[in-house]
């Protein structure tokens, strides 16, 4: 058995979140519902701005996001990402250790700089508006990939968060090549509309031939696909990976197990904030199918927590919450 069950590469970031009045993103000139990267004046510039409405920090960064839920869930994991040798920096390791996820990351072998932060703005209809500081893990490279733990994992996991900077991107398609070469499978999330907005055709270059498992929301994919029919978006889909799971919000998820498509309904919920919604799908999803879940089952779990974590505050719930949710699907 392999020592991992899944393997993730991706960004690492502090979350700052803040619950704002929706007037205030035309003040600050935020673009609704996406993911936008920012450079450093413009964080403090808005840090600035922020500064009367409280936040607290939280581990983030979207595939760490879900390696940490999977891990919560019970799966062993690994992440690969980079941060500086900085306070941030040292409170991101402290977390991933606290949620047991082994990493690359040694705190003597730290490089100078300063740990990305991700502002994410949070207006009363829960929707969030995140604007990202890289910092340095814009410098991620294949330098952080450790080969030995991802072969000896059952699924490698790529956020499509990497694919702006080429030095990441190429790391994502390195952990791809390398997976392929050595018989795990692979799985990759589309992350953020603005990503296949602006970057589809570097998302083709990390799916290369085809990869096992694609994470989506419905937006992505019909940016990815160029159409407004679903029914295009699946049969896209096929064409670039064995399995998939489409997001569709408050109606479910299509997901699909190479052979069958089930629509699976959702949660009836009132939704707080929705920041992580699909990190924390992904995370149960992939602990699902490494734990001998049938394939429907990983999006039933998924949904449902998902729709917990979307009842409250941040992108992230204790180990507590999610062994409780883990718990119904027994």
């Known amino acids: 058995m392999p020592q991992f069950h899944v393997y993730g590469v991706g960004n690492a970031l502090v979350d700052l979140e803040y619950e704002i009045p929706e007037a205030m993103l035309g003040e600050l000139s935020i673009d609704k519902g996406l993911m936008t990267l920012i450079e450093e004046d413009r964080h403090h510039e808005l840090l600035d701005k922020l500064a009367g409405i409280e936040s607290s920090p939280c581990g983030g960064g979207s595939a760490a996001n879900t390696i940490v839920a999977s891990a919560q869930l019970g799966s062993s994991s690994f992440y690969s990402c980079k941060v500086a040798d900085d306070d941030t920096g040292r409170y991101y ?61 059952e699924y490698v996991y790529i956020e499509g968060y990497l694919v702006p900077e080429l030095n990441a991107r190429a790391a994502a398609v390195k952990a791809r090549e390398l997976a392929n070469a050595s018989g795990i499978k692979t799985s990759l999330t589309l992350s953020d509309a603005n990503m296949v907005n602006f970057f589809k055709d570097g998302l083709l270059d990390i799916i290369g031939d085809g990869v096992d498992m694609i994470f989506a929301n419905e ?107 883990g718990a119904r699907f027994a």
């Open 93 to 153: 390791l402290d977390d991933l250790a606290a949620n047991g996820v082994q990493t690359n990351l040694k705190p003597d072998q730290l490089d100078s700089g300063h740990t990305g932060k991700c502002i994410v703005l949070i207006t009363p209809d829960a929707q969030r508006s995140m604007n990202t500081y890289l910092g340095i893990t814009q410098k991620i490279s294949v330098a952080e990939l450790d080969e030995a733990a991802l072969k000896d994992s």
């Open 219 to 325: 937006d992505e994919a019909k940016l990815m696909f160029g159409t407004d029919d679903i029914n295009d978006c699946v049969a896209g889909m096929k064409t670039l990976t064995r399995q998939f799971a489409i997001t569709q919000g408050a109606h479910g998820a299509l997901v699909f197990d190479g052979e069958k498509l089930y629509d699976i309904p959702a949660k009836k919920v009132t939704a707080v904030d929705t920041t992580g919604a699909g990190d924390i799908y992904a995370g149960a999803f992939l602990y699902g199918l490494t734990h001998g879940m049938p394939f429907a089952d990983c999006g039933e779990l998924a949904g449902y927590a998902a729709t917990t974590l979307i009842q409250q505050m941040g992108a992230r719930m204790t180990r507590e919450q999610m062994q409780t949710v």
